[in-house]
């Protein structure tokens, strides 16, 4: 199973003052799937939907520990098996969350990342699970509380499940990927550089590493570095080529992906703003 979307229709969900009628919320919680390795990144999706014929207030929901987790589950046996949980530390706790407002037919988006990378930093336990294993199925479930998210059915849940190949870096590859995430004079690979690169890597250095991964998502993410630092540091008489460029790698990506890295991404993973898109016609 790529790609399994569960939808639910909530009435008043994450609504403020007078809840709807007949009308409900339309939520979707999307993953997108892809590939596991040392550098990559799990990605999802939040849609909140007005199809009502009226004008509402929303709250995004608040992902922290108590509501929402990551489950890693593989077959042994025919049997499924939990790996790992990831509880969330640091899971976007938004102490400046405002209302939004959707006129009807509007959608607000934001993203959840999730670095796997930051989990080798982090969490070795996370690997040390791995050891072996070649597939895994990752369940993001989040569970609305009624005095974070304004939720009248705070048990309802939102599961969404992808299907994640994990990917064994040859060790060629991983000695590599340790010269280009080191500490000692460079940054790792985190959810900082989804933002912007650090300071501390230059063009020169992503040089030396591009085109020499044997792994095709390792070198993906070093040429996206590449270009993100070009955008910031071209002179203004060439900065329009450079992002270009970049706009061209966001197109070879799964959607979910380049819009979230379209986007921005705060350091915790979460988007910092909503993206609405506008009424249906």
Same mark, same amino acid.
């Given at each position: 199973?790529?790609?399994?979307?569960?939808?639910?229709?909530?009435?008043?969900?994450?609504?403020?003052?007078?809840?709807?009628?007949?009308?409900?919320?339309?939520?979707? $919680?999307?993953?997108?799937? !892809?590939?596991?390795?040392?550098?990559?990144?799990?990605?999802?999706?939040?849609? =909140?939907?007005?199809?009502?014929?009226?004008?509402?207030?929303?709250?995004?929901?608040?992902?922290?520990?108590?509501?929402?987790?990551?489950?890693?589950?593989?077959?042994?046996?025919?049997?499924?098996?939990?790996?790992?949980?990831?509880?969330?530390?640091?899971?976007?706790?938004?102490?400046?969350?405002?209302?939004?407002?959707?006129?009807?037919?509007?959608?607000?988006?934001?993203?959840?990342?999730?670095?796997?990378?930051?989990?080798?930093?982090?969490?070795?336990?996370?690997?040390?699970?791995?050891?072996?294993?070649?597939?895994?199925?990752?369940?993001? &479930?989040?569970?609305?509380?009624?005095?974070?998210?304004? %939720?009248?059915?705070?048990?309802?849940?939102?599961?969404?499940?992808?299907?994640?190949?994990?990917?064994? $870096?040859?060790?060629?590859?991983?000695?590599?990927?340790?010269?280009?995430?080191?500490?000692?004079?460079?940054?790792? &690979?985190?959810?900082?550089?989804?933002?912007?690169?650090?300071?501390?890597?230059?063009?020169? %250095?992503?040089?030396?590493?591009?085109?020499?991964?044997?792994?095709?998502?390792?070198?993906?993410?070093?040429?996206?570095?590449?270009?993100?630092?070009?955008?910031?540091?071209?002179?203004?008489?060439?900065? %329009?080529?450079?992002?270009?460029?970049?706009?061209?790698?966001?197109?070879?990506?799964? !959607? =979910?992906?380049?819009?979230?890295?379209?986007?921005?991404?705060? &350091? %915790?993973?979460?988007?910092?703003? &909503?993206?609405?898109?506008?009424?249906?016609?």
């Amino acid at each position: 199973m790529n790609r399994l979307l569960l939808t639910f229709f909530i009435s008043s969900a994450f609504c403020l003052g007078k809840p709807l009628a007949a009308q409900d919320l339309h939520v979707e $919680l999307t993953p997108a799937s !892809r590939k596991i390795d040392l550098a990559t990144h799990v990605y999802f999706q939040f849609e =909140i939907s007005n199809p009502s014929e009226q004008e509402v207030s929303v709250l995004p929901p608040t992902l922290n520990f108590r509501n929402f987790r990551l489950e890693y589950w593989t077959k042994e046996q025919g049997l499924s098996v939990l790996k790992y949980v990831d509880r969330g530390a640091g899971f976007g706790l938004r102490s400046d969350k405002q209302p939004i407002t959707l006129k009807p037919g509007q959608t607000a988006r934001y993203f959840l990342v999730r670095s796997l990378r930051d989990y080798r930093t982090n969490a070795p336990e996370f690997w040390e699970a791995m050891a072996g294993v070649g597939a895994l199925q990752v369940n993001a &479930i989040y569970t609305p509380r009624s005095s974070l998210d304004l %939720n009248q059915q705070p048990r309802i849940q939102f599961v969404a499940e992808t299907e994640l190949v994990v990917s064994n $870096l040859i060790p060629r590859d991983f000695e590599l990927l340790e010269k280009l995430t080191g500490t000692n004079d460079q940054e790792g &690979i985190g959810l900082g550089f989804l933002g912007a690169p650090g300071h501390k890597i230059s063009e020169e %250095n992503l040089t030396q590493f591009k085109g020499k991964f044997m792994e095709e998502d390792v070198d993906e993410l070093v040429e996206f570095l590449l270009l993100k630092h070009a955008v910031t540091h071209s002179p203004e008489s060439t900065r %329009n080529v450079a992002e270009q460029s970049l706009e061209h790698w966001y197109d070879r990506q799964p !959607r =979910i992906e380049s819009e979230a890295l379209r986007h921005g991404l705060g &350091i %915790n993973g979460m988007s910092e703003t &909503i993206l609405i898109d506008p009424p249906v016609r």
